[in-house]
């Protein structure tokens, strides 16, 4: 039984540039969650896809965007990279068609933006 | 939105000793209390999570103890062993009514001497 798989681990930017990471959830789960955690600090929730839609969304701008494919795979996008963006990316799939809330986490991408 | 603060931030323990760590909440539409433990360049893994509708919960070493009234859930590991050090994360979720915008706090860092 697989588990939530992440790719890449690790990416380089430079500011401005867009970066694309990918997450396949848990077999048998149906809804992607992504995070940034920042060093030392705990994982910030950007949104969550169900049915290829986004259904609920956290405090990031919309250069972060994101997409769920009909196998519940996903992808989150940034654009216009800054700085602060560096961080590790996390991504959690559940199973909400039976109202099943744990969260099962990803390794996490780990992305540097010089 | 909801507001999670977690405490001590950091903890160090004597193997064999017990250790407790607590997370308030301010969102009273929060109804499912994870736990999760992130060693070092690992996943978050859950390790116990409580509902609302309950008031404790016990898994061998592990117990989570939730008071709604107050907002404010606990973890408790008895008996602690080196392999308990860890970064532990507490998060409020306010399944059902705004599934998996989860909310984390910024997690404790458990060292167990041996």
Do not use: M
Not at chain 1, 31 to 55: K, M
Not at chain 2, 33 to 55: A, C, H, M, T
Not at chain 2, 74 to 99: G, K, M, W
């Amino acid at each position: 039984d697989a588990g939530v798989t992440q790719s890449p681990t690790h990416l380089i930017k430079t500011r401005g540039q867009q970066v694309t990471l990918r997450c396949s959830p848990k077999s048998g789960h149906d809804t992607v969650s992504w995070y940034q955690q920042a060093l030392g600090q705990g994982p910030q929730f950007i949104f969550q896809y169900y049915e290829e839609e986004e259904r609920q969304r956290g405090n990031f701008p919309d250069r972060f965007s994101g997409h769920q494919f009909p196998n519940y795979s996903s992808e989150l996008n940034v654009n216009a990279l800054l700085l602060g963006d560096s961080a590790l990316y996390l991504c959690a799939s559940s199973l909400r068609t039976t109202g099943d809330e744990k969260l099962f986490f990803g390794s996490g991408t780990q992305l540097s933006v010089l | 939105g909801e507001n999670v603060e977690q405490h001590p931030s950091t903890l160090s323990v004597q193997e064999g000793d017990s250790a407790v760590i607590k997370c308030t909440y301010s969102d009273s539409a929060s109804n499912y209390f994870p736990w999760y433990k992130q060693e070092l360049g690992k996943r978050p893994q859950l390790i116990i999570d409580i509902r609302s509708n309950v008031g404790e919960k016990k898994d061998q070493r592990i117990a989570v103890t939730l008071n709604k009234t107050a907002k404010h859930f606990s973890l408790h590991i008895t008996e602690t062993q080196p392999e308990d050090s860890a970064v532990y994360f507490c998060a409020a979720i306010p399944f059902r009514t705004n599934a998996g915008k989860s909310t984390f706090g910024d997690g404790t860092t458990l060292t167990v001497k041996p």
